[in-house]
Structure formats: structure tokens, C-alpha cells
């Protein structure tokens, strides 16, 4: 069993920052690509940023210049700096990750809540 737990999501005022951080345990082989998508009230889930294990990294418009995606492959830790944040990030922020084990599929974390105030 492949587990993606997550943590940092909180209710902060617009122009602040947060950080998110997720994290995979279990038995696997390997960790391809990590990333980040949210899911705002009466919205579709969609992709926020995605990282590659040698660090290429993709990012919506929307937060381009705001956000930053890192990881740590020794720790198969993803991280989602957020700065000058807005009321718009306002959402649901869920991990992902391609995760061999040995053949390679999709987990998803549970998610954790992100709340900005104006």
C-alpha cells in the first residue's frame, strides 16, 4: 500500500505565503513525477504544478511567479511554496504521484485545505 500524506494547507491572509508538503510511504520502487492540483468549490480539479525527478518543473498561469515546486527524491518529499497568495487559490490542494511498484500508477493524496482571505 502506497500512501501520499500531506500537510501545511491552512487559512491564510491574501499576499501571504504557505507551504504544503507531501510525502510517500510505503513499499515501491520508484517516484517519477510529483505534483500539486486543487480543486476549488463548484470547480474541476486541475493541475497546479509538476515536477520530474530531475527537477523539470510545470506550472499553470495562474500561479507562474508565485508558486514554486521543489522535491527531495531521498525523502520522496514534494513541496508547494505559495507566495502573495489570493483569495482565487482558495481550494482543495491534493499530491499526486507517478510511483512505480513495479508498474508504475497514479496515487493521490487526501487532500488538505487551503483558505485565503481577503
Known amino acids: 500500500q502506497v500512501q501520499l500524506l500531506e500537510s501545511g494547507g491552512g487559512l491564510v491572509q491574501a499576499g501571504g505565503s504557505l507551504s504544503l508538503s507531501c510525502t510517500a510511504s510505503g513499499r515501491f520502487f520508484a517516484v517519477s513525477t510529483m505534483g500539486w492540483y486543487r480543486q476549488a468549490p463548484g470547480k474541476k480539479r486541475d493541475v497546479v504544478a509538476t515536477i520530474s525527478t530531475s527537477g523539470v518543473s510545470n506550472y499553470t498561469d495562474s500561479v507562474e511567479g508565485r508558486f514554486t515546486i521543489s522535491r527531495d527524491n531521498f525523502r520522496d518529499t514534494v513541496h508547494l511554496e505559495m507566495n502573495r497568495l489570493k483569495p482565487e487559490d482558495t481550494a482543495i490542494y491534493y499530491c499526486?504521484?507517478?510511483?512505480?511498484?513495479?508498474?508504475?500508477?497514479?496515487?493521490w493524496g487526501q487532500g488538505t485545505r487551503v483558505t485565503v482571505s481577503s
Open positions: 499526486v504521484a507517478d510511483i512505480r511498484t513495479p508498474a508504475v500508477h497514479r496515487f
